[in-house]
């Protein structure tokens, strides 16, 4: 397959301009909590700790790995490569950026007039639960799903709406600042599992689908034009008599495709979840175990 997907070229394959994006974000991330945090407002701040920096680099690479990499053309023309990158550009990457910020950082960004009562009412547990689940549900239709192939203003605006949904939907459990951090520890257990359940129905809808639901992977006109938001038109004009459609590309048929792509977002989605899951369960167990019973009044009249 790696042979095959070589004709659609360089660009295609490895999205240059997306990776210097990509890397000018992280010499920004360099530059603002290094060397220049005084002028962002991080006079007296330490740096950003190991931890920190291998959150915020790693949340980068793997934005790169899903959106620049030969996974973001993968994702056009099979469904379990769109599924694979969803998860992680949905559900991994939010964690890793939110971990990577310095706390004095967060501040400065959600500190400010217009974000903070915005971020306030939309974090409410309810609230930032339902819109991200409700949007990823509604994105998965075939006709939205299929609308935000035709052009790349739909397909990017679509995608960074779903994008600041799902950093909202993790916010109220892994907020660094404490004005966000209001639930208890039972109740992000219990907010992760409703995140769980949720999503759920998107992912019923296309594994256990008769037929294929998408246009952009089975009728070659939508898929072709699905193809235009990464290769280059004239590359794909050269090479329209060629191909005749994805299943050139992939070894499954396009139902196979779906129903294990629908599979793998289900999968990645509940490891995800199990391992914040733990965490949580983990530090409350924890802080828990090392409170100290106090002792009774009479205690010191015993014996």
Known sequence: MWLELQIFG???????????????LALLYFLITGPLRHKFGGEGQAKPSWAQQFFFYGGLLLLYAVKGAPVDLLSHIMLTAHMIQMAIYYIV???????????WLWEKIVYRPVVKPVLKFLSIPLISLLLFNVLFSLYHLPVVFDFSKTSQLAHTSISLIILVAAF?????????????????PLGKIFYIFANGVLITPACVLII?????????YTQDG????????????????????????PEMFSPMSPLE????????MKIMQEITYGIVLARVFFKW?????????PLPANAGEQG
Do not use: H
């Open 10 to 24: 360089f660009r295609a394959l490895w999205s240059p301009y997306f990776l210097l994006f990509v890397l000018g």
């Open 93 to 103: 990457f939010p964690i890793f950026i939110i971990k990577g910020i310095p706390t």
């Open 168 to 184: 909202i939907v993790w916010w109220p459990i892994m907020s660094p600042l404490k004005e966000f951090d209001r639930m208890s």
């Open 208 to 216: 256990f689908a008769d037929t294929t639901v998408y246009a952009a």
């Open 222 to 245: 939508a898929w072709l034009q699905a193809m235009a938001l990464c290769v280059p038109t004239g590359v794909l004009q050269g090479l329209t008599p060629a191909i005749s459609g």
């Open 257 to 264: 495709d779906q129903q294990l792509g629908g599979i793998f």
């Open 285 to 293: 167990f924890t802080r828990e175990s090392f409170k100290v019973d």
